[in-house]
């Protein structure tokens, strides 16, 4: 079965919620890191793993500060947002709705 394309608006919001967790595993964790995507029926998941065990937090910043915005535009763009910790390190992951009828 072939798979259909996501809809650019679903690309759109998986490259911002993806760059995003990334830029934040880089900052803050400073560890390797890797990028997952699930794509399920009804949604797609992106996955950052890295291998601090601190966790993320949303931060409330002026409206003039330069950074500090990412996991507000995570849980803004996305259907929800959570933290899955393991042994070595956390996954942080994001959930973006797919349309109906799309696979």
């Known amino acids: ?5 996501l809809p650019g608006p679903v690309n ?6 993806s760059s995003e967790l990334v830029t934040n595993a880089v900052l803050h964790a400073a560890t390797p890191l890797t ?29 003039d500060a330069p950074t500090g915005r990412g996991l507000v535009l995570v849980a803004e763009s996305s ?6 910790q393991g ?8 959930e973006i709705d797919l349309p109906t009828g799309v696979h």
Do not use: I, N
């Not at 079965?1 to 394309?5: E, I, L, V």
């Not at 759109?12 to 919620?17: A, H, K």
């Not at 042994?87 to 994001?94: H, I, L, P």
């Open 1 to 5: 079965m072939a798979r259909q394309a």
């Open 12 to 17: 759109e919001l998986l490259l911002l919620v």
């Open 35 to 63: 990028l997952g995507l699930e794509l399920h029926s009804d949604r797609v998941r992106v996955c950052v793993e890295d291998q601090s065990p601190a966790l993320p937090a949303v931060r409330h910043v002026q409206p």
């Open 79 to 84: 259907r929800g947002w959570g933290v899955d």
């Open 87 to 94: 042994e070595t390190g956390k996954t942080v992951w994001a």
